[in-house]
């Protein structure tokens, strides 16, 4: 993790909200090890380190220790919290503006216009609809961008694909005229004109692990 560019990502947060946000996510922790462990200090002057586990509607959770000891504390007790193992949340914290990108796997400006190139030929020899990315080397400045970009066309390819996997598929794909992408700020936008369908996609924002099927089914709902 590279504090220096966490840092202008994060926003002031009362420590009870940051609390209540780290038990929302251990909840949905899959393995013991994606959860994320902290220390805890409360307004009695008792202080805490534990993974937080479970929370009801009155804000009273249960904190699992680091000696095999439980806790129950109310999240509004908690006047201080550290993160001593931030990294897995950091998505949360900076509402998935933090990106972790493989410093391996950024592609160059060249690399991507090369992709799309490849990608718009694939899409009108394979569907017969025209594929446009608008203005986007403006928009891919940083790793980041270029990253986040670069993974969108892969998935886009991969959905269209799956799409055109049978025979219904492919004929309801022969109603579209083209597929245009503008990057821009906020949720992952599908929507169909009388040019075709238009996807709005910020790539400052990490992209869902479900981004795949949720793509695929917005896609599908113009088909």
């Excluded at 030929?121 to 990253?147: G, H, L, M, P």
């Excluded at 986040?148 to 579209?176: H, Y």
Aim: glycine residues 6%; hydrophobic residues 45%; neutral net charge.
């Amino acid at each position: 993790m590279n504090l220096e560019k966490v840092i202008p990502l994060l926003t002031v947060q009362k420590p009870s909200v940051v609390f209540k946000k780290v038990v929302a996510f251990n909840k949905e922790a899959k393995v013991p090890s994606q959860r994320v462990q902290v220390r805890l200090g409360l307004a009695s002057g008792f202080e805490i380190v534990g993974v937080p586990l479970a929370i009801d509607q009155d804000g009273n959770t249960i904190v699992a220790g680091v000696a095999d000891t439980i806790t129950y504390v109310n999240a509004g007790s908690v006047s201080g919290i550290e993160l001593l193992t931030p990294t897995a949340l950091l998505g949360v914290l900076t509402d998935d503006r933090y990106v972790a990108v493989p410093q391996n796997e950024v592609p160059t400006l060249l690399a991507i216009k090369r992709k799309i190139h490849e990608l718009s030929a694939q899409i009108k020899t394979s569907y017969a609809i025209d594929f446009r990315a608008i203005d986007w080397s403006k928009q891919c400045n940083t790793d980041v961008e270029k990253y986040q970009f670069d993974t969108f066309l892969n998935v886009l390819s991969d959905v269209l694909k799956n799409i055109a996997g049978d025979t219904m598929g492919k004929e309801a794909l022969k109603t579209i005229s083209s597929i245009e992408i503008t990057l821009r700020e906020g949720e992952l936008s599908v929507v169909k004109g009388a040019a075709g369908i238009a996807i709005q996609l910020d790539v400052n924002r990490k992209l869902k692990k479900d981004l795949k099927q949720v793509l695929q089914q917005q896609l599908e709902k113009y088909l």
